[in-house]
C-alpha cells in the first residue's frame, strides 16, 4: 500500500526529514534540490517505521469522551496538568473566573466553549511566552517572536524565521511539560534537526526529559479536546 505525504521544500533546509503529526499525515522536510523520486525512495526505506509510528496505540489511542459534549455543570476542565470543576453561575459574573474550579456565566449559552477557549489562550499567553524569554535567556538565543497559535495537532514549532511558535492547548498540560515543550523549540535555534547534539542541549534544561515525553503520549489527545 502506498503511504500518502506531503513535501515542505526549503532552501535554508540541508537534511530531509520526516514527521508523522498527531492526525497521522506524514509530513517530508526536504532541501529545494532533492527530487521526488529521491524522496519516495527514502520513505519507502522508511516504510515500516512510518506504519509503526502511525499505528502508535498511545498516540493514537480512542478519546475517552465523544466530542461535543455540552459545557454544563459538573462537566471538568484540564488545566495544568490537573482536571478541574466546572461550575454555570447564574449570579452577575461576566467573565470566567478560576478558585480551584472554573466558574463559567450561565447566561453564556451556546457561546462558553468560545469563551472558556479565550480563557485558555489568555491564560497561555501569560505563562508560556515569558517563560520561553526565560528558556532563551538560559538557552543563549533570541527568537525573533513567540506567539500562542491554534494548531490542533502539533503543540510546537520554530520556523525559519526563528518565529517560535505554541499551541495554546499546552496550557491544559503540567508545567513541566511545557518547559519541555519549550525548550525542544527553543533548541532547534540551535540545532535544527533531532541530532544527538539536539537531544543533548534539551536534556541541559530539562530533567524530566522522558516523563515529560511520557507524559504527552499518554494524555496528548486528551488536550485536543475542547474541554
Given at each position: ?13 540541508r ?12 509530513v ?6 532533492i527530487?521526488?523520486a ?17 499505528g ?13 459534549k ?22 452577575e ?12 456565566p450561565?447566561?453564556?449559552g ?21 517563560r ?13 517572536e513567540?506567539k500562542?497559535v ?14 517560535v511558535?505554541?499551541?495554546w ?11 519541555y515543550?519549550?525548550v ?14 539536539f537531544w ?15 507524559w ?12
Amino acid at each position: 500500500m502506498d503511504l500518502a505525504y506531503t513535501i515542505r521544500r526549503s532552501a535554508k533546509r540541508r537534511k530531509l526529514t520526516i514527521t508523522v503529526e498527531r492526525d497521522r499525515s506524514i509530513v517530508v522536510h526536504a532541501p529545494e534540490g532533492i527530487s521526488d523520486a529521491k524522496i519516495r525512495q527514502i520513505v519507502d526505506l522508511k516504510r515500516q517505521w512510518l506504519y509503526e509510528k502511525i499505528g502508535h496505540p498511545q498516540k493514537y489511542q480512542e478519546l475517552p469522551h465523544p466530542p461535543g459534549k455540552e459545557l454544563v455543570s459538573g462537566e471538568s476542565a484540564f488545566y495544568l496538568g490537573r482536571q478541574y470543576r466546572i461550575e454555570l453561575v447564574k449570579t452577575e459574573i461576566t467573565e470566567i473566573q478560576f478558585t480551584q474550579r472554573f466558574l463559567i456565566p450561565a447566561g453564556e449559552g451556546g457561546k462558553r466553549f468560545e469563551t472558556l477557549r479565550e480563557w485558555f489562550i489568555d491564560k497561555a499567553k501569560e505563562k508560556i511566552i515569558p517563560r520561553a524569554r526565560q528558556h532563551a535567556h538560559a538557552l543563549g538565543v533570541e527568537a525573533a517572536e513567540v506567539k500562542i497559535v491554534d494548531n490542533r495537532y502539533r503543540w510546537g514549532s520554530c520556523t525559519l524565521k526563528n518565529n517560535v511558535n505554541f499551541n495554546w492547548r499546552l496550557i491544559k498540560a503540567p508545567m513541566f511539560v511545557i518547559d519541555y515543550v519549550i525548550v525542544h523549540e527553543l533548541a532547534h535555534l540551535i540545532e535544527p534537526n533531532h541530532t544527538p547534539r539536539f537531544w543533548n542541549i534539551v536534556k541541559s534544561q530539562i530533567t524530566h526529559l522522558d516523563k515529560a515525553k511520557q507524559w504527552l503520549k499518554a494524555h496528548g489527545q486528551l488536550l485536543e479536546q475542547e474541554l
